[in-house]
Structures are given as structure tokens and as C-alpha cells.
């Protein structure tokens, strides 16, 4: 589709702008490709596992089993993507620094096509760190500010902060798309405010499981108190049929007024609720 584009965008132009522009295009993709393995790299120094990595128009997810909740490792973490892109900036700076100076005594006036390749290789990912960066979640500079506030509140907290920063940025990014006009900086301002909410709600429902999960520890597994060997926890004829059933699970005592645990037909403790 993006090649389709490029040649749509370029069918006036000539065969160099091009070919420069369909490389730029795979190359651009290959930097976003290793953003994100920098991200699954560092995860995977602290043993989460990265599932898959999906490359999309405007960017990549790389999708983490987890992503760290202690402060600094989700920093490391997510720093690890943009700073892939620095150094692959820095290192074609270097590398095109080096060749103009072994061909500095060249009668060659103008720039050739391999270091005009490499100059808008070098500010694409110059535009990749600096653009991720930005403190609009969720993308890399919003983890980095959930993080941080996470260190001070809870991290459900931090996330609607984090989003209520980045829906401001994509707010801005809207209204210079319209106002320059440009409809690269409208769809990014969207996608972005649309990740964001969809990622808020996502922890909330994790969040209101957990308290669920909280709850009913409470209720079913406050105080555990063992079953006394010489009592029945149940009638005769009931406690023969769960044991002969190998029954496992919590089974009502109406004599006692107590929930009774029951593993593979044992009566095992008393719960007190």
C-alpha cells in the first residue's frame, strides 16, 4: 500500500526521486521494525516475552506479555526503542561524515544519491525519536510520564494522567492538521487519542478484576480455620456422596453454618467468613 502511495505521490518526478523514495520507504519500515525489537530486547532482560511485533502505517507495536510495573524497568524498557533510533542516526552521521571527508578532494559538486539516502535516512530517524518521545500515551514518552507518576500514585492513576497529557498533545496535533492543512497530522492525532483511551480502559477492567478477585479472598478466604478430624462436616449420607464424587470445592455446612473446602472428596478446613 505505502509503495502504491510513494509512486502515486511521485508519478510526476523522475526515476531517481523515485527509487529514493520507495527505498526511503522499506528502510524507514526496517528502523521501526528494529524500534521495536529494542523494546522486546529489553523486556526480555527481565523475562517477559514479547509475542509478536506488528508493523502498521504509522508505526510498530511490539506486544509484551506484560509490561513492568516496577517504575524504572518500564522507563528502561520503553527508552530502549527510541534510543535503537538514535544510534542508527548517529551511526549514518558518522559513516556519512567519514565518506565526505575520503571524498573531500572529489570535483563532485553535487550530493549523490547514496548520501542523499543516507541524510533522509538519518532525519527519519532523527523524527522517530523525538516524535516518540512526546508525552502522548500510548507512546513511548506517555509510558515514560506513567512511570514517573507512577513512583507517587497508583499505576491506574498515573495512566489517566498520562492519557489526559497525550489527549491534550493529539488535541494540538488535530488542530495544526487543520489549520496547515495536513491529514498525516489529523490521523495521527486520532490514532493516538484512540490508543490511548482503548489501553485506560483496558487496565480499568484489569483493575476491576483484581478488586473483584480482592473481594472474594475476602469473603471466601479471610481466616482459614482447619476442620476438626473428629467432626462431620456435613450429614453422613451428604458427606459420603462428595467424597465418593472425589468432590473439590466449597460445600455448605447447614448444621455449622460454616462453607467447607473440600479437595478430592476430603474435608480439608473450615472457612470462616
Known sequence: MLPLFVLMET???GVDVIALNLLLVFAVFGCVALHEVGHALAA???????RDITLYPIGGIASLERM?????QEVIVTLAGPAVNLVIAGGLLLGLLAADMAFVFTEATEPSFVNVFVAELIFA???????????CFPMDGGRVLRALLSIRTTRLRATEIAVQVGTVVAVAFLVAGLLIPKTSLIFVAVVVWLLGQAELGGLRIAEA??????????????VWVPAAPERTPLPADAAADLAARRFSGLAWDAERRVWV????GVPVRDVAT
Open 261 to 264: 473446602q473440600w479437595v478430592n
Open 125 to 135: 530517524n532523527a523524527v522517530l525519536f523525538l516524535f516518540n518521545l512526546l508525552p
Open 209 to 222: 478484576r483484581k478488586g473483584i478477585g480482592r473481594r472474594a479472598r475476602e469473603v471466601f478466604g479471610g
Open 11 to 13: 508519478r510526476n518526478a
Open 44 to 50: 526480555a532482560a527481565y523475562g517477559i516475552r514479547t
Open 68 to 72: 513492568p510495573e516496577k517504575p524504572l
